[in-house]
């Protein structure tokens, strides 16, 4: 994981639970505009399901620190290697136009 991506994840445990919401509920945004844009890609029922769940669960009191949360979703990568579909996001991202902080992601 790269340095500058810990540091975000200590500062958003670092928030109180009501900040911790409103990253999460910027994140679903990003995550459903994301969705829409790539439709195609995806396994559609399960980010449906995840996204139900968020909406769902949006508003309640954390129970436990985000940082549980890192890493999941289920079905993601469907037996794919996780440092494989990293690379194919970087060159996709690459293609859309973020060509210079391709050589630095990696």
Known sequence: MRTNLKDI??????LNKK??????NYL???????LDADK???NESDYENLLQYITDNSY????RPLGEFRGIAPNLLEGQDAQEWVNQQRDQ???RGSGGQQSELR
Do not use: H
Request: hydrophobic share 30%; with cysteine.
């Open 28 to 34: 679903e945004q990003r995550f459903q505009k994301e």
């Open 9 to 14: 994840f200590t500062q958003i445990d670092r």
């Open 40 to 42: 195609s890609q995806y």
């Open 19 to 24: 900040e911790q919401l409103e990253v999460f």
């Open 60 to 63: 309640q009191e954390c129970k």
């Open 93 to 95: 991202w690459a293609e």
